[in-house]
């Protein structure tokens, strides 16, 4: 097992590397930060000494291990636009986001999971055709539709007092201000509401699928008959043997989809105005921010490696058979 | 092989009903319907069948796939799925089982009635130990056992099936035991409970030919010390041979022939087992090209109106697509029952 | 079935019936075996909610196709009254079924034509990536070896990304390098954007594919063909591709519904699709958030049209896949 930990270990740091070049040079083609920082007039021998002071004049290869030694000593660097340390506003960023991310995940996978399984347990009753059709309408609504929804419906109550809906937009959507002093749990709360919503919709489509599948699987396979003719409870055949192999497929599932939260959450968060990782991404990319965008990026690809990591180990721990790799 | 210690192991083990009598009869099942409704229409699987079974004795029940062999067994322990609708009658030791609630099957389960599986590999679970899967079926039936004692058991009861090493075993996984040992481990975690009946379907089918001959082996010491009854399905005349004292031969999910072991193999009267015991290639006397039955099983979607053998019967005529022969006795001898109008005749090439 | 029974009865009834000719009868004269379409055909019908999806598909499909034939005005054009001025916000009524925008565009139009362009790029890139992925997928199956290393390393490295964030970023590459632009098309225009999707969409595909292919490979008719002398790429296209077909087709569709939403999600965020050029639902959804106080039906006209289609879609997925059951259509 410790090898087996250790090998996957040692293969997460090259794709760790791979991914996050890949994702720098990207940016850095597609981007131009010297055009954007043209506000008026400049001559061309003023910009390359501003390029060569950024020090974006050296090859790509370079700089990417400038900004890594650079990274990996805590150094994140200067924002260009604010000119402010990197840090705290990505911290923040990234606080706000876990929150959300992990709120939301509590809500759909356990409300996900337990309609899987019952609609398993309960195949073709009522139950299971009804959820069925709801998963596949969750599947068709997208956190930029029903958000967008939910924003209309939110407001429309109020359309006679167009200066009413604000505040409650404001209340149910964003996050309060960075100047708040100190941590709030209800504000917290109020302000996750509409976004785990929408998030959940489709979520608990998944993951509500997904284990219907994997339980479905483990209820048709042939020792669920053999644990029946051992003659022990229903119950215990169904939590001791089903659900607990099921589970297994699903446990890398969450895995790997915790594990893209970090960066996957652009569009929620740009929807409701929510101050995570997304909209950080998008303001700085808007913006040509380099140093302000290089940590996200390795911080985002840290997270999905990490996790990606904690499925095979789960997988592995929780499989024997697959221990003897 | 520790059969002393199996014999002492099961002595000590309580149960609440007293073990039947030799001879006395355990499981009757009379008229048995099982119909699986499905997609494409119902289908068919058994069809008003009748079987005995005594203590003491090895019942074999052949067939090829989809003749409703393991679903009629199925059916007794109450282990099909709810799309089976089940009719008919399955008494054991005069009480019925069908209908009972799930909760009253329970009991019975592993503790009376106990069946062992084909793949000892998808039929245990991959992620538990055996140890744990034995003691679960312990505990199940003798709630007074705590986890240790249980598993002391187990240990006892994987030696008693000739697994070296029981006390580093008992706590691997299904994956880490070899084909043999896992099917040993699968019968030592059903006899655990002492049962009445033993069902075995198709044990041996999934192993490789050396091991099957100590699994059988294993079986048939079991069952003389025991003096269990058990019931033997399998597609294979040649375990049969092994081990059966009476057989049955099933075709389309009614009964063809039954009769002893000896008669089967020297006197069948029945074209299928005749078929059958002809398509058996032949390790000793002349070479010659194997003679397979004509044609496919038949649908149970569909099948056949009369007797279900007829399109493939060298000697059908008019009369057998009408309606279905009666399983009676033939040659006078009432333990020799056949379903067919036009029997072959008593000589000719037999095994 | 009933052939053989009333075959078996007359021919048992004539004179002179013996067995045998009873029991070849009722052999030689089987039951017409339906091909494999035709028994997958008979499952999708059952299936009802995939076929009134593929019902429901079809309309919408035909109404954003052939759009000038379900509007007289163009997307672009500008609603004026008698007196000239311009007709905005009107809310939904007859002849303007979804009302106008805040520049007086009709916006029923707008959808019908937004529609026009989410599902040519949903169609698209399904199919290109369909496309590319089988070949890759198969060859990387089929050979093993350093292809195969090459196909799981590089799929796991981009799977890694996440998608969202990598879309984007290619999404700026055609403004700057004029490489992309040749490769892509021009920025954020319907290539672009069809093609960028499409590039990460043929991973799941191969990876798939390859997965098919190892447990096909073992088989024995492949071993046949090639005993008979048959080429890799002779086995590869007539044996190994053709088994695979259902679930192709399956992938195929369900891709589709992905991509649609893929689309919407990008020109939602605004690099998607340049509303400029042309309108999409996604980018109609991004226009509408600035004035759901004043008009929500053109919110709910896009993003009912959106979720619509993907539902359909999936559902039509979901009968093909009760249909093409691989136990059916595969050795």
């Known amino acids: ?325 | 092989m520790a059969d002393t210690s199996l014999a002492n192991l099961l002595q000590s083990s309580e149960s609440a009903d007293t073990r039947p009598a030799l001879g006395e009869r355990v499981l009757e099942i009379r008229d048995l319907n099982v119909t699986f409704k499905t997609e494409d229409g119902p289908v068919y699987a058994v069809r008003g069948f009748d079987l005995d079974l005594d203590a003491g004795e090895v019942l074999g029940i052949v067939g090829e796939s989809g003749s409703g062999k393991s679903v009629t067994m199925l059916a007794v322990l109450g282990l099909l799925p709810r799309t089976a609708q089940i009719t008919g009658s399955v008494k054991f030791r005069g009480e019925e089982l069908i209908g009972r609630k799930p909760k009253e099957l329970q009991a019975i389960r592993g503790e009376k009635i106990a069946m062992i599986f084909q793949d000892p590999l998808t039929a245990l679970n991959p992620v538990i130990r055996v140890g744990k899967q034995i003691t679960e079926a312990l505990r199940a039936h003798h709630t007074d056992l705590d986890q240790r004692e249980a598993m002391g058991r187990a240990v006892e009861l994987l030696d008693s099936v000739g697994i070296p090493r029981p006390e580093v075993r008992v706590m691997q996984y299904p994956h880490e035991f070899s084909g043999g040992m896992r099917q040993r481990a699968m019968i030592a975690m059903m006899l655990a409970n002492d049962p009445q009946v033993i069902v075995a379907d198709e044990p041996t089918t999934a192993l490789d030919v050396t091991i099957q001959s100590q699994i059988l082996e294993l079986l048939k010491s079991v069952q003389e010390r025991t003096r269990t009854a058990v019931a033997f399905i399998t597609h294979d005349l040649g375990v049969i041979a092994h081990v059966a004292d009476r057989v049955q031969v099933m075709y389309a999910g009614r009964a063809a022939e039954l009769s002893s072991a000896d008669v089967l193999f020297h006197r069948s009267r029945h074209p299928y087992t005749r078929g059958l015991l002809a398509s058996l290639p032949s390790l000793t006397g002349r070479t010659g090209r194997l003679l397979p039955i004509v044609g496919a099983p038949p649908s149970m979607l569909n099948p056949p109106p009369g007797c279900a053998f007829h399109p493939r019967c060298p000697n059908a005529q008019g009369k057998c697509a009408g309606e279905q022969p009666p399983f009676d006795p033939i040659d006078g001898d009432p333990k020799h029952r056949i379903a067919c109008y036009f029997p072959v005749s008593a000589d000719g090439p037999q095994t | 079935m009933t052939d053989i029974r009333e075959t078996a009865a007359v021919v048992a009834t004539e004179p002179g019936a013996t067995a045998d000719a009873v029991s070849t009868a009722a052999l030689g004269m089987g039951v017409k075996p339906l091909t494999p379409t035709k028994l997958a055909w008979r499952r999708f019908r059952r299936h009802k909610l995939a076929m009134a999806s593929a019902v429901i598909l079809l309309v919408i499909v035909v109404m954003c196709t052939f759009a000038p034939l379900f509007t007289k005005y163009s997307w672009n054009t500008l609603i004026r009254n008698p007196s000239g001025g311009l007709e905005r916000f009107l809310h939904p009524q007859h002849g303007h079924w979804l009302g106008t925008d805040e520049l007086g565009k009709d916006w029923y139009t707008n959808v019908l034509y937004g529609g026009r362009v989410s599902l040519e790029v949903g169609v698209m890139a399904a199919l290109a990536s369909t496309f590319v992925g089988t070949i890759i997928g198969v060859a990387a199956g089929y050979y093993g070896g350093w292809l195969d290393n090459l196909l799981m390393r590089i799929t796991d490295l981009f799977l890694a990304i996440p998608l969202i964030v990598s879309l984007i970023l290619l999404t700026g590459l055609p403004a700057n390098e004029p490489w992309a632009r040749t490769l892509f098309g021009p920025s954020q225009s319907v290539r672009s954007v069809t093609t960028i999707i499409a590039l990460f969409f043929w991973m799941p595909v191969a990876r798939i594919l390859r997965g098919l292919v190892l447990s096909l490979k073992e088989k024995e008719f492949v071993e046949a063909a090639r005993a008979a002398g048959a080429s890799d790429g002779r086995i590869m296209f007539r044996h190994l591709i053709p088994n695979c077909t259902g679930q192709i087709i399956i992938n195929t569709t369900l891709s589709v519904a992905a991509a649609v939403l893929l689309e919407g999600a990008l020109s939602y965020l605004g690099f998607g699709v340049d509303p400029v050029k042309t309108p999409t639902w996604g980018n109609l959804l991004a226009h509408a958030q600035g004035q759901t106080q004043l008009l929500p039906a053109l919110t709910y006209g896009p993003g009912i049209a959106l979720v619509l289609t993907v539902l359909c879609v999936n559902f039509v997925g979901d009968g093909l896949r009760d249909a093409l059951d691989p136990k059916q259509l595969s050795v």
């Open chain 1, 1 to 325: 097992m410790l090898r087996f930990t250790i090998r996957r270990l040692l293969w997460s740091i090259p794709v760790l590397i791979a991914g996050s070049f890949l994702l720098f040079v990207a940016l850095h083609m597609g981007t131009d930060p010297v055009k954007a920082a043209v506000h008026h007039n400049v001559s061309p021998e003023a910009l390359a000494k501003y390029k060569h002071q950024l020090g974006l004049d050296k090859p790509l290869v370079v700089q990417y291990l400038i900004f890594l030694g650079n990274f990996f000593r805590g150094n994140f660097g200067i924002s260009y636009t604010t000119q402010n340390p990197v840090w705290p506003d990505l911290r923040t960023a990234l606080i706000n986001t876990i929150v959300l991310a992990f709120a939301a995940a509590a809500v759909y996978i356990t409300i996900g999971v337990a309609i899987g399984i019952i609609s398993a347990v309960r195949q073709y009753s009522v139950f299971d055709h009804v959820t069925t059709t709801l998963a596949f309408i969750g599947l068709a609504l997208p956190p930029y539709v029903f958000g967008l929804f939910l924003i209309v419906w939110v407001t429309t109550g109020y359309e006679h007092w167009f200066h009413t809906s604000q505040p409650l937009l404001d209340v149910l959507g964003g996050v309060y201000a960075p100047t708040t002093q100190g941590f709030d749990l209800a504000d917290r709360a109020k302000h996750l509401i509409l976004p785990v919503m929408v998030l959940s919709v489709q979520e608990i489509a998944v993951y509500s699928r997904y284990m219907r599948t994997s339980m479905l699987e483990t209820l048709n396979s042939d020792y669920l008959r053999t644990a029946r003719a051992k003659g022990i409870s229903e119950k215990r055949v169904i939590f001791r043997h089903a659900f607990r192999n099921a589970l297994i497929p699903l446990t890398t599932f969450a895995a790997i989809d915790l594990g893209a939260l970090a960066g996957g959450l652009i569009i929620t968060e740009a929807i409701f105005n929510y101050q995570g990782m997304g909209l950080y991404f998008l303001r700085n990319y808007a913006q040509t921010d380099y140093p302000a965008l290089l940590p996200w990026m390795m911080i985002v690809i840290i997270f999905v490696v990490v996790f990606n990591l904690l499925a095979d180990l789960s997988y592995a721990w929780l499989d024997p058979r697959i221990r003897l790799d």
